[in-house]
Every structure is written in C-alpha cells, then in structure tokens.
C-alpha cells in the first residue's frame, strides 16, 4: 500500500471522527431536557463541568472516580449484576479489540518499542493475534445470544447505524483472518520473502519450498513430489540461515492457519488476482472508515458511557447544581447502550403489553424523551406519538429499577421527572388527569352511552384477560385484607387523598360484573402496585395484577368515549 495514500486516509479518518465527536459532545451542554434546563445557558453548563472536575479531583472523590474507572469502565461491575452472559460477551469484545488495536493497529509506537525483536510473523504474536480476533467474535456472538435470550415484546430501539456498526467490525475481522490466511498459503508472498532473505539459489530455494509447503502451508502447485526427509532437512538448514529469525510456524495461528488450509486448492488463483492487495485495502479501509463513523455509531457509547460512570461517579446524583443536571440528562440520551435490561424489570412493563404501548418502557421512553427535547416529537403529524409518549411518562410508577438496572449508571428517574415536566408543559397532561375530571359513575354512564351507539366494541378479553375472567377474582371473601395492608387506603386518611373504592370494594364490583364502574375509579389510578394485596390475600388473587389491567383497560375505553356526547 502506498504509505502516502495511507496517512491521507487514516489523517482524514481521524479529523472526521475528531469533528464527530466534538459535535456529538456539544450536544451535552445544547440539549434541554426538563422546564429547569431551559433557564440555564450553554456556558453556565460548561462552567459546571470545569468546577465538577475540580471540586472531584481535588477531593476524596477522586478515589471513587479511580474506582469507577477500574471497577465500572474496564470490568463493568453493574453489568456483571444484572446480565453475567452478556457481561462475559463485553469484556471479551473489549478486551480483544483494545489488544488487538495496541499490539497490532499500533505495533510500531507500541509493541516495537516495549518488545525488542517483535515481527508479527513471531510466536507468539501469532498466537496471541489470532487469540484477540477470536476473542472479539465470540464476544459478538454471547452478547448477541445474551440479547436474544432476555429479549421482551418490545424490543429496544436501535438505529441502522447500530447494525453498521456490528457489521464493520465483523468485516474488519474476517478481513484481517483472510489477509494472513492468504499470505499463509501464498506462493507468490514465499517467493517475496526468500528475496528479502537472499535466498535466489535454486539450490537453495527448492529445499526451502519443500520444507515450506511440508510443514509452513504454502500451497506450491509446481512442487515435485514425494518430499524426502533429506530435502527437508535441507531446507531446515536454509531456513535457519535465513529466514527463522522473522518466521515462525504458523499453526499457532489457530485461525488463519486452517482457512489457509482450506484456500490451498485455489491459493494460485488468488495470487494472479491480487488478493493480499485488495485485501490489505479491504481490511485497513474498513478500519480508517469505523474511526471516521465512531460518533455516529453504536460505537459512540463507548465514549459516552464511560463518561457517564465516572460523572456518576464523581459526584452522587441528586447532589448536581441545575447546570450540571441538565448536562447530565443530555449525556444520557449518548451514554444509553440500548441493551434492554431496564426494561426486563420494569414494573410498567404489563401495562405495556396490554396497550401495546412501548413508550412505557425505559428504553423506549428515553428515546422519546430525546425527540421532545429535539423537538420532533411535538412536529406536526407526530400527534399520536405525542400522546403515547405522554400515557408513557405519565404512568410509569417511579419504582426505580431502571436506574438500577442500568449497566452505565444512568439517572432514569430525573430523566423521566424532567420529561414529564416538559410534556406538562406542551398540554399533554396525565390519563389520571383526565380520568379524575369524571367520577367513576360518570364514566361508566358515559360508557354505557358511547357502546349503546356502537362508539367502540369490548376489546376486554384479549386486553385484560384476568378481570375478564370470574375464575380470576370469585374465591374473594371480602375479608378486606388487601384493604388493610393497602398503603393508597393508609394514606387516603390525610385530607384531600381519600380513596372512592378500596382493593376489596373493586374485587366485589367484579364479581358482580359491574367492571365499567371500577375504570374510572381513584383506586385504580392510585395504586402503587407494590404488591402488598397480592402477596398477603389469603385466596390468592392477583389483586395487583388487575389493578394493572384496569389501569390499561381505562386507557383504552376511557380514552375512546373521553370526548364523546350522546346525541340530542
């Protein structure tokens, strides 16, 4: 390759990839998320940043941040908690490709100078290059497993870009497998390298073919036959002479080794082709075009993940001034993996099923928290995303364990707090809002009225199957034990939160068929769903669970006659 054409490719890789990335950081400190980052300036947030250093490294925080950079960054020690498979899958890619870059992309500012001697055709260079790709594939394939095996309904949104990224760096690899199993089983790369060494005697190179072809797999197609121990040993001789100081056996290429063995047949074929050219071309392109496109990739978390762990860890999350704050929701929307896991978890997640309503979960709602900020949410002709990305924010229960899922430490429930702020505030307001405007009689007349004039038919069965079923709530007693333990009923004591219906009062109205009147009820909207009714009813209802259901079920019925009025 011509070394001028390749420092033109790999300087301007390297400048759009830096220019990415600039543009994509700035975004930290331009994107507001939340009413209260709205009042704060571009330069107010860069100024947090420059004192949030300070104030860490001139501090005991900045153990914490060693700590973070070690334990979080490289060994992924949230990860490891929530998914050991797909840890196991990242540190594999990690660690194979941060080898593969330092001993091999960067072998003559790295490995040369710490390893006099170093040639890449060497044990265990060899080895240990085969080792880092394998690595690095393996590490693709477990995660990609780990994904599949903990997928949901709704999978988490991945841009093309994230497929991309996979792609390249699989081609990047193969690539480099194919260009050493070419020179591997290559007579035209033989005949290069006994050049160099001086050895154009035939009386020389011939033993040295032999011994090549026998126990090197060059695939000469001109070779005489049989190979007598005493050529070979010939060709040892020569071959210490010349050429063993550079050239190692390459079966400790455990990879390339037996695609070589398989390319034997049409080894000629690919030389008269040119293959150790256009594959060197292939492989180092695809290289320089994965460092140009690092900003606009999956491969972008990997900068603005690491980022995050170690501004969470540097300061605790609720202790960041508002500046800070606002940059922090903006690095989220660029720190999120789109891995999935918080939504695995989620305590929301039924009430997704049953509206077939995927903004509920985290992974999903944040990116639609990033189109609100963007602005695209609220253009014209997004209007029903709008209001499925409210009846999302509006209905998640604040549990928090999305947040401790989260593998990079992102703080979800200030981004959600900060979301619904700004929904608030572009009219989109709450299901409970709306449903609390009527009493729970007033919707069940309403719906009564709206069905008698063929408003909407009964989706009750395939959307809330459990209070569509006696069998689900008949063994109640009454016994009001769900009442008891309620925290929503405990709480109703303090003025203006009382309840209309109890746990108990709803599981009656269902047994006597009367499910309309339980919808617009208090009850089912104020429910924690802390699972305290269910786990303590004696009969085993799946107290919680209905409540769940209703909740979904008002969505979808209320919301069909909200706007509805009988005919005069």
């Known amino acids: 390759m011509s070394r001028t054409l390749f420092h033109m490719a790999l300087y301007a890789a390297l400048a759009l990839g830096a220019l990415g990335l600039l543009w994509r950081m700035a975004a930290w400190f331009r994107v507001r998320i939340g009413p209260d980052a709205r009042a704060v300036t571009p330069a107010e947030r860069v100024g947090a940043l420059f004192r949030g250093a300070a104030s860490a490294l001139f501090s005991r925080r900045l153990l914490h941040v060693v700590a973070a950079l070690f334990l979080d960054v490289l060994l992924q020690r949230r990860l490891y908690a929530n998914d050991k498979l797909r840890w196991l899958g990242h540190l594999l890619m990690f660690f194979g490709f941060m080898l593969l870059l330092l001993l091999h992309a960067l072998a003559p500012v790295v490995t040369v100078p710490l390893f006099p001697g170093y040639e890449s055709t060497l044990a265990p260079w060899l080895f240990l290059r085969n080792l880092c790709g394998a690595m690095v594939l393996i590490g693709i394939a477990l995660f990609l497993y780990g994904v599949w095996r903990r997928r949901t309904r709704f999978a988490p949104v991945r841009g093309p870009m994230a497929a991309a990224f996979i792609a390249l760096l699989g081609f990047v690899l193969m690539t480099g497998f194919l260009l050493e199993a070419d020179k591997i089983a290559s007579p035209q790369a033989f005949h290069r390298m006994a050049q160099e060494n001086g050895v154009t005697d035939p009386a020389e190179l011939e033993p040295l073919r032999a011994l090549w072809a026998a126990e090197y797999g060059v695939a000469f197609s001109d070779l005489r036959q049989p190979l007598t121990p005493e050529?070979?040993?010939?060709?040892?001789?020569?071959?210490?002479?010349?050429?063993?100081?550079?050239?190692?056996?390459?079966?400790?290429?455990?990879?390339?080794?037996?695609?070589?063995?398989?390319?034997?047949?049409?080894?000629?074929?690919?030389?008269?082709?040119?293959?150790?050219?256009?594959?060197?071309?292939?492989?180092?392109?695809?290289?320089?075009?994965?460092?140009?496109?690092?900003?606009?990739?999956?491969?972008?978390?990997?900068?603005?993940?690491?980022?995050?762990?170690?501004?969470?860890?540097?300061?605790?999350?609720?202790?960041?001034?508002?500046?800070?704050r606002a940059s922090r929701r903006a690095l989220a929307l660029d720190a999120c993996v789109r891995c999935g896991l918080c939504d695995t978890d989620c305590s929301v997640a039924p009430l997704a099923r049953h509206l077939g309503n995927p903004t509920l979960l985290p992974s999903h709602k944040l990116i639609a928290t990033g189109a609100l900020a963007g602005g695209s949410l609220l253009a014209s002709g997004h209007e029903d995303d709008a209001l499925r990305a409210a009846e999302g924010a509006f209905l998640c229960t604040d549990c928090g364990r999305c947040t401790s899922a989260c593998p990079v430490g992102l703080d979800l429930e200030d981004l959600w707090e900060a979301g619904r702020g700004d929904l608030a505030a572009a009219n989109l307001p709450a299901p409970a809002q709306w449903v609390r405007a009527r009493t729970a009689s007033a919707w069940a007349e309403l719906l009564r009225q709206g069905q008698s004039a063929h408003v909407l038919s009964d989706p009750d069965a395939a959307l809330a199957p459990l209070s569509a079923d006696r069998n689900s709530f008949s063994r109640c007693v009454q016994c009001q034990t769900c009442t008891n333990v309620c925290p929503v009923v405990a709480h109703s004591t303090d003025p203006g939160c009382g309840v209309d219906l109890t746990p108990q009062k709803v599981m009656n109205l269902l047994r006597l068929g009367m499910r309309d009147f339980t919808l617009g009820s208090r009850m089912v909207w104020d429910c924690a769903t802390c699972y305290q009714c269910q786990e303590n009813c004696p009969e085993g209802i799946r107290v919680a669970d209905i409540m769940v259901e209703l909740r979904a079920l008002a969505v979808h019925r209320l919301g069909a006659v909200r706007n509805w009025k009988a005919p005069s």
């Open 231 to 324: 050529l070979l040993e010939k060709g040892r001789a020569v071959h210490a002479e010349g050429c063993e100081s550079c050239h190692a056996r390459p079966q400790s290429a455990f990879v390339s080794y037996p695609i070589a063995r398989a390319l034997a047949s049409v080894a000629g074929a690919l030389d008269a082709a040119r293959a150790d050219v256009w594959l060197l071309y292939l492989h180092v392109f695809a290289c320089f075009v994965g460092l140009a496109t690092l900003p606009f990739t999956r491969f972008y978390h990997a900068v603005a993940a690491p980022v995050s762990l170690l501004v969470d860890a540097a300061a605790p999350k609720r202790e960041f001034s508002a500046a800070a």
